[in-house]
Structure formats: C-alpha cells, structure tokens
C-alpha cells in the first residue's frame, strides 16, 4: 500500500528556533494534510493542501504541498513550550471515501 | 467549534469479551471513519462508512469488527471477541467531503486484559 515517509524521526530545538519537517511518498496524493497530536489525544488537523505547488499558513506554520504531489514540508517559525507534540503527515490512500494514510510522525521537543 | 465526540474515554476489558465505541461525528458531515493507534505508532485506518455502508476497509478490519450508525448522530465500533493485541487507542473521525480533511475525536483508550 502506499507509505508515506516522514523525516526527521525526532528534533531536539531550543525554544525560539525554526523547524522544519517533511513527508515524501512513492506515490501521487491527492490531499495533504498535517496534523499533530498531543500525548493521549487525538490528532488535530493544523493544514490541508489541495493544489501542487500550494503554500499555506496557519499561524506560525507554514506548509507546501511539492508540484509533484509526492512531498510535503510543515515549517514552524519561533517555536514555543506548546508546540512540543508529534507531527504527522497523511494523505487520501485512494479514490472513493478512502480513509487517509499517515506517516510515522516527527516528534518535536524543546529544551527550555 | 464543532468536534468529535468519542465515549468512553478508557475502556478495560477481559479478553473475549464484547466492546462498542461510540462516536458522535460532526453533524453536518457525510464521511466517517475509525482509525487505531498502538502505543507509540502512528495512525492506522480501519474503515470507513458513507451512506449507511462500509465504503472501504482495511486488513486489519477483519470479521471481528463491525461499525454501525444505529440513529442519525451516533457511530459506533464493535469488536466482538477482544484479543490482547486489539489493545489500543481507537480513534473516530469524520469529514464533510471526500479526500478532504478529517476531524478526529479524543480518542477511546481501550484495554484488552
């Protein structure tokens, strides 16, 4: 099935530094969308990409969805104490009212 | 806001045994969806439901699992013979179009002893 591959695994940043994340597939998606999920929640959705080349923010996070609709990058700017949570990426897995695939997340930590 | 609602928040139960999860989707949506969580994996999709059906399903969805819209609020999940290994957080999900983007619920922390 498809795979979506996120990079870095981990990011151990100061608080105030940039991040920058990112998500490649072996196929074509449709939709991208980013999440992040705090321990014992659910995901909440951060951003939804719909077009190739589309560049959106939302805040302090800024995300692109690659022309070739295979990669994706989520960059978060002057990072605070909340923003530690992990990120995930996930896509449509196909036509119909298919259910999305996601990455394996990044987890993002700040030392104060 | 709208949101997901999802009961109950944990569940403990001896394997064997029957459990249902319940799910309030947002109520102007027409997609909805259960995905599970294993400690410290990421998401995976176990089905989706779109006009009063089974619109997709994955492997891990096997004939113990079974989902219902018993009224026109309520979604659930059954499993019907828990095993150890269906340990999980189980995840509801709903969204107003297709391929677009899903709103998750809190989550259903379900143990399996």
């Known amino acids: 099935g498809q795979q979506l591959n996120q990079s870095p695994q981990s990011m151990f940043i100061q608080e105030g530094e940039d991040v920058s994340m990112n998500c490649t597939s072996s196929?074509?998606?449709?939709?991208w969308l980013w999440y992040k999920q705090d321990p014992g929640e659910g995901p909440v959705l951060l951003i939804a990409?719909?077009?190739?080349?589309e560049l959106t923010s939302n805040g302090r996070l800024t995300a692109q969805f690659g022309i070739t609709r295979k990669d994706s990058f989520l960059n978060i700017s002057a990072s605070i104490p909340s923003d530690v949570g992990i990120y995930f990426c996930?896509?449509?897995?196909?036509?119909?009212?298919?259910?999305?695939?996601f990455g394996k997340g990044t987890h993002l930590i700040i030392q104060p | 806001e709208p949101e997901v609602t999802q009961t109950p928040s944990h569940q403990v139960t001896q394997m064997g045994q029957e459990v249902i999860l319940r799910c309030v989707p947002i109520s102007n949506h027409l997609y909805f969806y259960w995905y599970r969580q294993i400690l410290g994996q990421k998401v995976e999709f176990l089905v989706s439901f779109y006009n009063n059906e089974i619109s997709e399903k994955s492997e891990i969805f096997d004939d113990q699992f079974s989902v219902e819209r018993p009224d026109g609020s309520n979604f659930t999940l059954k499993i019907r013979s828990t095993k150890l290994e269906d340990s999980a957080m189980y995840f509801c999900a709903s969204s107003a179009l297709d391929e677009t983007e899903a709103f998750f619920g809190q989550g259903t922390r379900l143990t399996v002893v």
């Open positions: 996930a896509g449509p897995s196909g036509g119909g009212a298919d259910g999305l695939t």
């Open positions: 196929s074509i998606f449709n939709t």
């Open positions: 990409l719909y077009k190739a080349g």
